[in-house]
């Protein structure tokens, strides 16, 4: 299969990489004179524009950080949608407001783009084992079309219904997670005031029914207080769009919303002090 693919960051590299073992024929998009080095050394097709990218692909994988980004490189005169050919495969993977799956799936109709809501779950451990959880909305016909692509760094694939439900479950998943991690550092923080030591406390819990893979990540740092700042940049990324899509939704986010608006959740967790703690 011919394919376009944006956003060979942290998680698009090893999809990328699992494509063209493969066997498909893949030109990532690439804009820095440094990246163009980097893909040619290993021996990458690349394209400086997005047009250049999409034009003859069968499918378009999307996997950049935020929502505005994926606006900017699918709408729009310069944009994906516009560049692509009729009958091709929009794959958008990116964790963003279920608005924008639907509005790519409206531009892209009129040009007769088929458009999927596959929001990911897992890191680029999962992807190197072809164990990526994907969670796809959509046309369930299409996505039995594109599961023999998808499986080459992806299982399960589950089909979880329209267009924008891809990114409702993972914005749901996510705000369990943060909210499960800020349970874990308060654990901590309860078993202190009894008198257990904090790595007696990890460990021990690891083994009863209050463990957690939210648990096994605090545990995995050796302390509350070493929760990878990668982990808590992306975790901050994505409260920060369910609380967006909460409120235009007008949705109560209920015990998780109390949990992550906890100090627990905002100092030890997200990192946020003072007034930007306290934003809904």
Not at 41 to 51: F, Y
């Amino acid at each position: 299969m011919r394919i376009g693919f944006v956003g060979p960051g942290r998680m698009g590299r090893p999809i990328l990489d699992r494509l063209t073992a493969a066997g498909h024929d893949v030109t990532v998009l690439v804009r820095r004179p440094e990246a163009r080095a980097a893909a040619e050394a290993d021996g990458l097709r690349w394209a400086a524009t997005v047009a250049e990218t999409v034009h003859d692909a069968d499918a378009v994988f999307i996997v950049v950080l935020r929502d505005d980004q994926v606006r900017q490189v699918c709408l729009g005169p310069d944009g994906a949608i516009a560049a692509m050919r009729p009958g091709a495969t929009l794959v958008q993977h990116t964790t963003c407001d279920p608005a924008t799956a639907c509005l790519l799936a409206e531009q892209g109709a009129g040009r007769g783009i088929r458009v999927l809501d596959a929001a990911l779950s897992g890191g680029p451990h999962d992807i190197a084992a072809g164990g990526l959880t994907l969670w796809v909305g959509g046309d369930e016909v299409l996505l039995d079309e594109m599961r023999p692509v998808l499986g080459v760094y992806a299982s399960p694939i589950m089909f979880v219904g329209e267009l924008g439900n891809g990114q409702r479950v993972k914005l749901v998943n996510n705000a369990l997670f943060v909210a499960q991690v800020g349970l874990a550092v308060d654990a901590v923080r309860l078993a202190g005031s009894l008198g257990i030591e904090e790595t007696a406390i990890l460990a021990a819990v690891q083994h009863g029914s209050g463990a957690s893979r939210a648990l096994a990540v605090v545990a995995g740092g050796g302390s509350v207080d070493a929760v990878p700042g990668r982990i808590g940049d992306l975790m901050l990324k994505d409260v920060t769009v369910v609380r967006e899509v909460a409120r235009s939704a007008g949705v109560d986010l209920g015990v998780i919303g109390t949990v992550l608006a906890s100090d627990a959740v905002e100092t030890k967790v997200l990192r946020q002090t003072g007034a930007s703690a306290r934003t809904p």
